[in-house]
Every structure is written in structure tokens, then in C-alpha cells.
């Protein structure tokens, strides 16, 4: 199986991690799963199914089997489909084979990653095809959970949609406080500018906020909270010069709507803060 990377994601760290809080490393009488440590034997081997039990966007897998192979690293892992897929209910994702204990210590912490991931994958698929605009692109926030926004970035894409800024880094974007602050739209985007900031995302919520914005420099303006007969005319202002957003209240109901009015991106919170888990289940069988 070709290696899983995501860049600036450290899998090994991850899964290392994430197992060591399950067990409870660290903890007086942690450090070990005392249900399969009592009940199973130490050689005792299982094989896994794991499967969907809805029409699901899959995304994760690779991470899911890291899990297990950080418990045993000779099982043997079949992925069946690949992330991105989109399947029905009923489909086999992933088969495994190895030790029983390895597979029920790795079992919650494998399902609960790829069940959120696809979840993810699964809601943004439904705002791509409700949204059924070529011409503009779904963009997800910075509204994840800390410590996994490359995954859940990473299952963004997998269900069709892209990624606005990674973090606070990669490009500066201008919001209300800011604006506030620095006493003007035209001015927040000055400093900026000054500063040597190539990319300038802008937040405007008004109309004669558009020019002071491209004025002073902006290279993208995030159109917030405006009705679609409002995003025309701040298109139609904008004519093209830089690209444009709208973002703010739009869910299943309003997002055809405002992707149509000739935005570039549409981008939305929810994606990522409030997709629900994938139903997802794993069944073992004794060797």
C-alpha cells in the first residue's frame, strides 16, 4: 500500500497519539486494553470487514489502516475502495486479517477517524451536487476541530469541494474586527499590503466597501451575508477584477442560489463543523 501523506500532517505522531489516549498511557493503570488483554488470547486471530451502511463519500481509510498496523504490522489489509469514491450502502471498504487483539484495541480510534472523515466527505458531496455550479467552487473555513484540520482539509477534497486557507499563515484575510480596528476597510487593506502580504482576502458586507477594498489592494473580497440580488450587484461592481466569495448564511436551502449569481467561491462552516459521522461499521470473525 503507497504510503499516506498529507503535508505538514505527521500520521506516525497521530496514531501514536491517539492510541496512547485510548489507552490511557501514562495513567495509573493505563497503558493497556485490560478487555482484550483478559478475554482474548494472545494468539488468537481474527478477520475484519469493514463496511458502509449508508451511501457515503469515503475518506480516510489509509489513516484507519495505520491504526492497525501500528498493533500489528504484518496484518493484512485489503482497501477496497479508494477515498473519493462515492458508494452505496452495503459496501465493503476495507478487509483485514491479523491479531484479534491488535484489531479491538485499533477498532474505535480506526472507525472513529474514517466515520468523521467520510461524514465530512459525505456532506460536502451533498452541497457539490446540490450547489451543481461548474463554474463555482465550494471552499470550506478554518472551522475544525483543533488538531484536525489537515484531515478534515483533506476529506474537503475528497468529497469535491476545496480549501480556503490552510491557517493564519498562508494569506491574510480582513474581517470586521480588523477593520475596526485599523479604522476602514481601505486602511486594514493598506497595511497589509504594506507589509508585503501577497494574498489580501477582504471581507466586505456592504456595497461601498467595494471599491475602498480593490483600491487599496485587496486580491480577493469575501462577500458576507448578502442576498443574491445583493451578490449580483457586488459582482457586477467588482467586474472581474479580483475573484469573489460569498459567505454567510448559506446551507442546502440558499447555496444553488448564491453560487449563481457569479461568485467564484462559495465557502462554508458547516462542512467541517457540523457534518455528521458516517454510519460505518467493522464485523470480526474468528480465524
Not at 22 to 44: F, K, M, N, Q, Y
Not at 176 to 197: C, I, K, P, Q
Not at 210 to 224: F, K, N
Request: aromatic share 4%; net charge negative.
Amino acid at each position: 500500500m503507497t504510503a499516506f501523506v498529507l503535508e505538514g500532517f505527521d500520521l506516525d505522531r497521530f496514531v501514536a497519539e491517539t492510541l496512547a489516549e485510548d489507552l490511557g498511557e501514562g495513567l495509573p493503570g493505563g497503558g493497556r486494553d485490560v478487555t482484550s488483554e483478559s478475554v482474548i488470547p494472545a494468539a488468537a486471530r481474527f478477520s475484519g470487514v469493514m463496511d458502509s451502511r449508508d451511501p457515503i463519500a469515503v475518506a480516510g481509510l489509509p489513516i484507519a489502516a495505520a491504526f492497525f498496523r501500528a498493533l500489528d504490522p504484518d496484518m493484512q489489509i485489503d482497501l477496497l475502495v479508494e477515498d473519493g469514491a462515492c458508494v452505496p450502502a452495503g459496501t465493503d471498504l476495507m478487509r483485514l486479517s491479523g491479531n484479534a487483539r491488535a484489531m479491538l484495541t485499533a477498532e474505535r480510534a480506526a472507525l472513529n477517524t474514517v466515520q468523521h472523515m467520510s461524514g465530512i466527505a459525505t456532506l460536502v458531496r451533498e452541497y457539490v451536487t446540490v450547489m451543481d455550479n461548474p463554474d463555482c467552487t465550494l471552499l470550506d473555513t478554518r472551522k475544525t476541530i483543533p488538531g484536525l484540520r489537515h484531515l478534515e482539509k483533506y476529506a474537503v477534497r475528497m468529497g469535491g469541494g476545496n480549501n480556503h486557507r490552510m491557517g493564519l499563515w498562508d494569506a491574510a484575510m480582513i474581517k470586521d474586527n480588523h477593520v475596526l480596528v485599523a479604522g476602514g476597510v481601505g486602511a486594514a487593506v493598506r497595511r497589509a499590503r504594506d507589509a508585503g502580504v501577497k494574498t489580501i482576502i477582504c471581507e466586505v458586507d456592504r456595497i461601498d466597501q467595494i471599491e475602498p477594498a480593490l483600491t487599496a489592494g485587496a486580491t480577493r473580497l469575501l462577500l458576507d451575508n448578502m442576498a443574491p440580488d445583493t451578490l449580483r450587484e457586488a459582482v457586477a461592481r467588482v467586474a472581474g477584477r479580483v475573484p469573489t466569495e460569498a459567505s454567510g448564511g448559506i446551507n442546502l436551502q440558499t447555496i444553488r442560489a448564491k453560487a449563481a449569481t457569479g461568485v467564484n467561491y462559495v465557502s462554508v462552516g458547516r462542512l467541517t463543523q457540523s457534518a455528521p459521522a458516517a454510519d460505518i461499521g467493522l464485523d470480526f470473525t474468528p480465524e
